[in-house]
């Protein structure tokens, strides 16, 4: 059974900083693996998808990283902005519906 | 394009009363599922559905039920309300590439209160 893990559960950096987000998953045979950011009382909205095939994606500010071999993926943040305060989850995706991990809480102070 | 929606946005209920939950897509994606979100539980889903007819249950399937006659809607529907089911509940759907799911996207949630 697919078990996704994200740590920590809360994190708090001063604006401008360089942010790395953790997530990782127990059963390599990943189809591909989607990180979402949920603002509070809101839905989910996609942000990357890495492609198992793939090693990361970019979009803007972030970039996403897959090492399937060791069951982890990151999200980096670059140059981080009060913005982007907001939840962050991982999901991966396999033979079975998306697992999410529970989500890393982000703050980014001014 | 309207993506995902879900009505009603926030309902109470009293214990034993059932409703229905309405999510709606307009992308044509052949997977629609529903989850429900706690806190310090995450996100759990509770039935899914591969294509119009065909559903199944997700981890926490019982006091919900859930029927796929059109490719567009996906309700859920709460047979007796109990207060364990306060929840705020999240429709999703997205397209099946081999079998497996692609970028998947979310509606704005509807907040059950059951007293």
């Known amino acids: 059974k697919q078990e996704v893990t994200q740590i920590p559960a809360a994190l708090s950096v001063p604006e401008g900083e360089n942010l790395v987000l953790n997530c990782s998953f127990t059963?390599?045979?990943?189809?591909?693996l989607q990180w979402f950011r949920q603002d509070p009382g809101k839905g989910l909205t996609s942000l990357l998808l890495?492609?198992?095939?793939?090693r990361e994606q970019t979009s803007g500010r972030l970039n996403a990283s897959l090492d399937k071999s060791s069951g982890r993926s990151t999200l980096y943040i670059a140059a981080s902005q009060p913005g982007d305060s907001a939840t962050y989850l991982c999901?991966?995706?396999?033979?079975?519906?998306?697992?999410f991990g529970k989500g890393t809480r982000l703050s980014v102070i001014a | 394009n309207a993506g995902v929606t879900q009505t009603p946005k926030f309902q109470v209920l009293k214990t034993g009363q059932s409703m229905t939950l309405q999510c709606a897509q307009d992308?044509?994606?052949?997977?629609m599922s529903w989850y429900r979100q706690d806190p310090g539980m995450g996100l759990r889903l509770i039935h899914y559905?591969?294509?119009?007819?065909?559903?199944d249950q997700g981890e926490v399937p019982n006091g919900y039920n859930v029927s796929r006659s059109t490719t567009e809607d996906f309700p859920l529907r709460l047979l007796s309300a109990a207060p364990s089911q306060t929840s705020v509940y999240f429709c999703?759907?997205?397209?099946?590439?081999?079998?497996?799911?692609?970028?998947?996207?979310f509606g704005p949630g509807t907040r059950l209160l059951v007293l």
């Open positions: 059963d390599s045979a990943i189809y591909n």
């Open positions: 999703a759907s997205s397209s099946i590439h081999r079998g497996r799911q692609e970028t998947q996207y």
């Open positions: 559905s591969v294509g119009a007819g065909i559903t």
């Open positions: 890495i492609q198992s095939s793939q």
């Open positions: 992308m044509n994606h052949e997977y």
């Open positions: 999901a991966a995706s396999g033979n079975t519906p998306l697992v």
